[in-house]
């Protein structure tokens, strides 16, 4: 399955119909993962939901790695699995349709692991900012070294009632890539949403897998 292929939703890129259920099943070779880059992602943002389960069949045990939902998410959007299988499933509601989806898929190599926590130190002559662990910052990124930040107490629990905002920004010309490697919250509760200054790109809860914008 190393080949590239595609799949789309129904009538894509016309709108899908309502009242849909559809799923998909993708297994790689062992040893392998399987890659999804979604060129593009457009659904009803209240009520038509694709979700992303670590399961290669469906069954009544699947594990949610992810939930997504919405209009204009950024494309490429990637999700990478945490064993050699995915499976799929796209329902719509009764109300309004949209284009949909559509995404590549291939086998590739399982990724390098982030580290649990890294620690990354600003130093100026006044102050030192420890990134990891910080509820919430403003920062602009200036060169191509990785910078790592979590939520507060990672890796044990986040507080409850937590409201952080990280704000990263770069210089005219250049594009910030955001990886995450690891999210773990409260399903339908706790959540991570990412945007694009007024867009948002993504909604993350659950156990989504490896993901970069």
């Known amino acids: 399955m190393s080949r590239l292929r595609t799949i789309s939703s129904t009538n894509y890129p016309e709108n899908y119909p309502s009242k849909h259920n559809c799923w998909w099943h993708i297994t790689a070779p062992a040893g392998n993962i399987v890659a ?7 659904t009803e943002g209240c009520c ?26 950024a494309s490429p959007f990637r999700v990478y699995s945490r064993n050699n299988y995915l499976s799929l499933r796209f329902e719509s509601d009764s109300s309004l349709s949209y284009r949909g989806f559509s995404f590549t898929y291939r086998a590739i190599r399982p990724l390098p692991t982030p580290s649990a926590v890294t620690r990354t130190t600003r130093t100026t002559t006044t102050s030192s900012t420890t990134l990891a662990g910080v509820c919430g910052f403003t920062r602009q990124v200036t060169t191509n070294e990785p910078v790592e930040f979590t939520s507060p107490n990672h890796p044990r629990r986040y507080p409850p009632n937590s409201n952080c905002q990280w704000t990263l ?26 945007w694009d200054g007024i867009r948002k790109l993504a909604r993350l809860e659950g156990l989504p897998a490896t993901q970069t914008f």
């Open 36 to 42: 999804l880059v979604f060129t593009e992602f457009a």
């Open 48 to 73: 038509d939901k694709l979700k992303i389960f670590d399961s290669p069949i469906r069954t009544g045990n699947n594990q949610l790695l992810i939930r997504v939902l919405g209009g204009d998410i």
């Open 169 to 194: 920004s770069t210089t005219p010309g250049r594009v910030v890539q955001l990886t995450i490697g690891r999210v773990e919250t409260e399903l339908k509760w706790d959540f991570i949403e990412v």
